[in-house]
């Protein structure tokens, strides 16, 4: 990828694998991977909040990993496979989230959302029953302007335990 930016290259060919499918595009060098997703594909769940990683609502996952979108550019993806939010919510992947988010009315202004979706499911997947502590560690890096906060927590801990209606 340096080797793009620096060779004075505007525009590159990708190709990896979105939501589970094959996708090419030309892209330029210096878009972030979130831009691309949202204005090139038309994929607007995961939104640029500070546009410097700290809040969280770009988040997307790359193998497997949640990453920050901005912060990644799309030529960085070649080869690998992304996940948005729309992809975890065709799959059902994130049901259970979902339903509990509605319950404990953690939803707010829904702007956080997808990155604080994206981020408990990560943490659901790498404990599936986490302390109310370590849902707090795990989605510090998220933002929620609303300071919905409480009810986030409420809403992953009501997923984990499978009491989502």
Known sequence: MNDLLETGVEEAGISFVLNGRPVRHVVPVR?????????????????????????????????????RGCLMLAVQVDGLAVDTIEGMNDSGEIAGLQRAFVACNALQCGYCTPGMLMTACELL?????????????????????????????????????????
């Open 31 to 67: 878009r972030n991977l979130v831009d691309f997703l949202r204005h090139d594909l038309g994929l607007t769940a995961a939104h640029v909040g500070c546009e410097v990683g700290v809040c969280g609502a770009c988040n997307v996952r790359v193998d497997g990993a949640v990453v």
């Open 125 to 165: 997947r790498q404990n599936a029953c986490p302390s109310r502590g370590e849902i707090r560690d795990a989605i510090s890096g998220n933002y929620c302007r609303c300071t919905g906060y409480q009810s986030i927590v409420d809403a992953v801990a009501l997923a984990a335990q499978g009491g989502q209606p």
